[in-house]
């Protein structure tokens, strides 16, 4: 079963977006054996979610009802949690200008 903290930990990375990077790699049969044609890594981002933070909001022991929020309300409620996350802690992998490997 999972813990709070590591739930607490997944959750908030969703809240604040992450990178990741992916890599696709291209091969094609030479003589019977397989050989690498090409070899590409991407770095990817994934935006921050609104429904890790209402989860998280609703996770702190229930003292803010984000259901009566309304749409306007959780945007400003996402936009001050991400401020004080990013306040807080080491700041979000950014992917890089050159995300190509050769």
Same mark, same amino acid.
């Given at each position: 079963m999972i813990?709070?903290?590591?739930? *607490?930990? *997944?959750?908030l990375k969703k809240?604040?977006?992450?990178?990741?990077?992916?890599?696709?790699?291209?091969?094609?049969v030479v003589d019977g054996q397989?050989?690498?044609?090409?070899?590409?890594?991407?770095?990817?981002r994934v935006p921050?979610?609104?429904?890790? *933070?209402?989860a998280l909001l609703t996770m702190d022991d229930?003292?803010?009802?984000?259901?009566?929020?309304?749409?306007?309300?959780?945007q400003v409620e996402k936009l001050r949690l991400i401020r004080l996350l990013s306040m807080t802690e080491e700041p979000p992998d950014t992917p890089s200008d050159n995300c190509d490997d050769k």
């Open positions: 813990n709070r903290e590591l739930l *607490i930990k *997944i959750l809240a604040k977006g992450y990178a990741f990077k992916e890599s696709t790699d291209e091969y094609t397989k050989q690498l044609v090409k070899s590409k890594t991407v770095t990817k921050p979610d609104v429904n890790a *933070i209402r229930g003292e803010t009802d984000v259901t009566k929020l309304t749409d306007e309300q959780l």
